[in-house]
């Protein structure tokens, strides 16, 4: 099987394990911002649910979830991503509150993050309000992660990221030899940024302006009922950055990167992909535990100037 192929079906695979038993859920956590990777995990998440049959009750952001959520009785799914571990305090104390807040017997469940714990007093958080709880299941997205928490989290599972459930990607051909995409959040290692680099494209004015209102939200919770309550059209917003994204992506022959869906959503579209690691190894911990003998058409390296012409 091809690379594409394969890491689908794995995939689909931890995923249906993840959702056994599932015929409906809340999903929190919405990536409402401009991360078009989290958007890509957002749109693969949704494929499965619809593929799978199992319906989606409310959507919603982690500043603009109904008070209703925290009192659920059917299972609450959080967002998959990167931010499990301490790196994004506001995300990690909504997901803590909304893990003492639910009903015991309530499933939660975290789909597939990776995990950092930047001090260990987060990791101490992390172990009393989230880890404890009953009912959880958790999924980790590379081994490292997996093995982090393996003494912490009774129903823990590997799996990899949501964005292989999107398959193959169409792209605009390219327009140009060479495109690189850069961090520039904390979790840059600051080896790509230039004037050459771009990241993640920005927001459009009514995006961003709907972000603002679910941080307002937050602090205002009569607010929420002007929240999109419908789940497909929070979808659409999902989509106009993922496609932002992938017109930005798709201007290289090659893809030069230290974020992880840029890299991934570029071997989904066909390009040539040179990775150089971000701050806290995720784009390595990723390939060491999934791709193997899949040679995906993908090198590292370790500095820019080792790249070749």
């Not at 961090?183 to 600051?190: N, Q």
């Not at 535990?289 to 080792?306: K, N, Y």
């Amino acid at each position: 099987m091809t690379y594409l192929e394969t890491m689908r079906r794995r995939t689909e695979a931890a995923f249906t394990a993840l959702h056994r038993g599932v015929s409906e859920l809340h999903y929190t956590q919405f990536p409402d911002h401009k991360n078009s990777g989290d958007s890509a995990i957002a749109l693969g998440q949704a494929r499965f649910w619809r593929e799978h049959g199992i319906a989606v009750r409310t959507t919603s952001s982690a500043g603009s979830m109904p008070e209703r959520v925290r009192d659920s009785s059917i299972p609450v799914l959080i967002q998959g991503g990167g931010n499990l571990g301490g790196l994004y305090p506001v995300l990690s104390e909504a997901r803590y509150e909304l893990a003492e807040r639910l009903p015991a017997d309530t499933l939660l469940i975290q789909a597939p993050q990776s995990v950092v714990f930047p001090t260990d007093a987060d990791r101490r958080t992390f172990s009393r309000r989230f880890a404890a709880r009953p009912n959880l299941r958790v999924a980790v997205r590379d081994q490292t992660s997996y093995d982090l928490l393996r003494d912490e989290v009774e129903d823990l599972s590997l799996s990899p990221d949501a964005v292989h459930l999107l398959g193959s990607i169409s792209a605009p051909e390219p327009t140009q030899r060479r495109i690189v995409i850069a961090r520039t959040d904390d979790e840059t290692s600051g080896r790509l940024a230039g004037s050459e680099s771009a990241d993640w494209p920005a927001d459009p004015l009514d995006l961003r302006a709907h972000e603002w209102l679910g941080w307002r939200a937050a602090k205002h919770p009569a607010l929420k009922p002007l929240m999109a309550r419908d789940h497909e059209a929070w979808m659409r917003r999902a989509e106009r950055r993922f496609t932002a994204a992938v017109r930005l992506i798709s201007r290289g022959e090659e893809v030069v990167t230290d974020r992880l869906h840029a890299m991934l959503i570029a071997l989904q579209m066909g390009r040539h992909v040179i990775a150089i690691d971000n701050n806290n190894r995720k784009l390595t911990r990723y390939a060491e535990t999934w791709f193997g003998a899949l040679q995906p058409s993908l090198r590292f390296e370790h500095a820019p100037h080792t790249l070749r012409p």
